[in-house]
């Protein structure tokens, strides 16, 4: 620490004695940990000097894009912790299954409100401020979750929490599309989800029995709170200059009809993988599996599938958009079907672990794709409206299909949705990748 602030110290000194002054930006530390791009920089301008003004993260490194992946996961964490929160509301406090599944569903449709908000809001706010207090609102709103132990009342306290949760997620998702090759930073966004998603899933039922269901509404308010202490360091991610002004209505119109299939695919994926997962652990009982074995296999799926974000960040779109997406789709598909046969451990086993490598690795591509449509943000703040939608539609769909305890009918809809998905993308996909090809060849 002492080393960092000699090197600032230095660097200071250095720029008083350049012959012009004003807003100046200079790397005290610098790390070849990715693209050789620096960890810190010094931000000085006329503003008040104090620590977090003045220390940012380099808006495009590693470490500032895993920053920006916790403020775009915290109002949607628990999301990644589905099963638990399910499993733990109907062990914990006797809710049916379609009364858990409806506080889930609410939360995430509370979230698609306040995602739809952020589309209007994202370039008239100041982004930091407001995130500090729709973070605080969060932790204040887990906490008046934790004494709730009527379902219509959590299910109202919980489509709040979403509206709150659903606008700091989309100004996470616009400000991430403002950095360079944006796929990157939503497969760190995936990396941390399904990460600690994994720990989640892995541990909370198990503590439930234990502490009650407050411990789920106690989870989510430790990861705001880490959430909140890495919000100064941030950079302050301006609109580029070139897209200021520029307005949802003025999107070229080719690109209208590519991105509405994005957004249909967005929603198609996320419904079809969320319904199933919603009730993933009574999908195993019902199969005759102990929780002994459910929880432990369903964590370590979680953090396999972190293997599907750190392939987006390695590939990138060196191989393009349209065969690894479909490819991976087609998946999917599969593995949401072979679920059928989930009496068979290492079927349920190698399933979960194939939908969660592929779920990492397909929604980065299919927000990244949103970005690329417009670099204001707003366009991935409408995937991120849409992805909410498919999230909450999902478990309700599922709510409805699951009757008996019999899982098969709403596995065989999810694949057909996977399906319906995979023929929405090819299109836009195969534009993207045709005007990479154009833009590389122009610049050769």
């Known amino acids: 620490m002492g080393l960092r602030f000699g090197l600032a110290r230095f660097s200071q000194l250095a720029l008083l004695m350049r012959p012009k002054l004003?807003?100046?930006?200079?790397?005290?530390?610098?790390?070849?940990?990715?693209?050789?791009?620096?960890?810190?920089?010094?931000?000085?301008?006329?503003?008040?000097?104090?620590?977090?003004?003045?220390?940012?993260?380099?808006?495009?490194?590693?470490?500032?894009?895993?920053?920006?992946?916790?403020?775009?996961?915290?109002?949607l964490f628990y999301v990644n912790i589905m099963p638990a929160l399910v499993d733990g509301l109907i062990k914990g406090l006797g809710f049916s299954n379609q009364d858990a599944g409806f506080v889930g569903s609410a939360n995430v449709y509370g979230a698609a409100a306040g995602a739809l908000a952020a589309v209007f809001l994202i370039k008239r706010i100041s982004w930091k401020p407001v995130s500090v207090m729709l973070l605080i609102g969060l932790v204040c709103i887990d906490i008046v979750s934790m004494y709730m132990t009527e379902p219509t009342l959590l299910i109202a306290i919980r489509f709040v929490h979403g509206l709150v949760g659903g606008l700091l997620v989309g100004i996470g998702f616009a400000i991430i599309a403002r950095t360079e090759e944006a796929d990157i930073t939503f497969g760190v966004l995936l990396l941390v989800q399904f990460g600690f998603g994994g720990v989640g899933v892995m541990y909370l039922p198990g503590l439930v029995p234990e502490y009650g269901p407050k411990v789920l509404f106690m989870s989510l308010i430790a990861f705001d709170v880490v959430t909140l202490l890495m919000l100064p360091f941030l950079s302050n991610?301006?609109?580029?200059?070139?897209?200021?002004?520029?307005?949802?209505?003025?999107?070229?119109?080719?690109?209208?009809?590519?991105?509405?299939?994005?957004?249909?695919?967005?929603f198609l994926f996320q419904?079809?993988?969320?319904?199933?997962?919603?009730?993933?652990?009574?999908?195993?009982?019902?199969?005759?599996?102990?929780?002994?074995?459910?929880?432990?296999?369903?964590?370590?799926?979680?953090?396999?599938?972190?293997?599907?974000?750190l392939l987006v960040v390695v590939l990138s779109t060196r191989y393009g958009r349209t065969l690894p997406v479909v490819s991976a789709v087609i998946i999917t598909a599969a593995g949401t079907f072979a679920l059928n046969f989930s009496e068979l451990p290492w079927v349920y086993v190698v399933a979960n672990c194939g939908v969660g490598i592929t779920w990492a690795f397909v929604i980065p591509y299919l927000f990244g794709m949103c970005a690329e449509f417009d670099k204001a943000g707003q366009m991935a703040a409408v995937g991120g409206f849409a992805s909410k939608m498919g999230l909450a539609s999902g478990p309700m769909a599922a709510a409805f299909l699951v009757s008996d305890g019999a899982y098969s009918h709403m596995l065989s809809v999810a694949a057909t949705a996977l399906l319906l998905c995979m023929a929405a993308v090819v299109m836009p996909a195969l534009r993207l990748d045709r005007e990479q090809k154009e833009s590389s060849a122009a610049r050769a």
Not at 32 to 43: D, P, T
Not at 45 to 65: C, E, G, I, K, Q
Not at 245 to 256: P, T, V
Request: glycine share 8%; charged share 10%; aromatic share 8%.
């Open 237 to 266: 991610y301006p609109v580029p200059e070139a897209k200021v002004g520029h307005k949802l209505r003025g999107i070229d119109a080719a690109h209208i009809k590519p991105m509405l299939l994005t957004l249909l695919a967005i």
């Open 271 to 309: 419904a079809a993988n969320m319904g199933p997962y919603a009730y993933i652990v009574g999908l195993g009982s019902e199969a005759g599996l102990s929780m002994d074995f459910i929880t432990p296999s369903l964590g370590a799926a979680a953090w396999i599938g972190i293997v599907g974000s």
């Open 22 to 75: 004003g807003m100046v930006n200079s790397a005290i530390l610098s790390i070849n940990n990715y693209k050789s791009e620096a960890l810190m920089v010094i931000e000085q301008d006329s503003t008040p000097v104090s620590f977090f003004s003045t220390y940012h993260l380099a808006p495009n490194s590693m470490v500032a894009r895993t920053f920006l992946a916790f403020l775009a996961t915290a109002g």
